[in-house]
């Protein structure tokens, strides 16, 4: 039985074995700092400008093991101590759908008063509300001033469909005042499902049914400005791994968890 057992272990840190986007170690090879070098003072000097309180709140949904998550509210801090501004705290929540990786996260955590982390599907309602509106109601905030959507999308429409990518979009939209965004061009979706179908795994039952495709990143786009009040503010340009990372305004000024 030696032999089966290792062989599931293995496959259990292969890419095609996490079908959420939940790889372990995935900060190993796509460091923090291929993000955070591109958004430099930039988002800082947008975030100051456009949030008129002392207090930032930041949600980055599929944290996984919460690297990037302590390295944001370094960065942020930071600029704020260098620049004399007047944000006195800096708040973080980390969600992420695999248990283990939030474990992780939580043990490592190197500022808990200031970065929380919980395990949930950010795709269920009832969940969601709950876990965020907690945190929220903790630091006296009705909204998030920044929600992070790195590498995430692909994984949300693959997973949940177009109609589930659409939702998503509006959630997210609607309960912050900036989103910073990097959407999977299509071909990362057809890397995924080769990975998962050769290592043996269960491919992705929504991807036949996606019609929103070669132009992902361009509709998601599209579909922030059009139909969920956003509005463009900055294109960061492209990380290594050849995927833009993007800001957006909510300028319809209604906030809502929903």
Sequence with gaps: MAAPNNYKMAKLFQPGAAPFGNFINYYSFNPPENRLQLLTDSLFNTLTNGIHSNKISVLDIGCNAGDLTVELYKSLTQR?????????????????????????????????????????????????????????DSHQKERFDLVCCFSLTMWIHLNNGD?????????????????????????CYRSAERRVTKLGCQGFEMLPHIKIRNDVDVQIKKYLTENCGMTLVKDFGATTWKRSIQLFENTSLKYILK
């Design 163 to 187: 109609d589930g990518l659409l939702k998503f979009l509006d959630v997210v939209s609607s309960m912050t005042k900036f989103l910073l965004i990097e959407p999977h061009p299509w071909k």
């Design 80 to 136: 704020s101590e260098v620049k004399h501004q007047s944000i006195a705290d800096v708040v973080m929540f980390g969600c992420d759908i695999d248990s283990i990786l939030i474990q992780r996260a939580t043990e490592d955590n190197p500022y808990p008063d200031q970065i929380t982390y919980r395990s949930f599907n950010i795709m269920e309602g009832a969940t969601r509300v709950m876990h965020l509106k907690a945190f929220l």
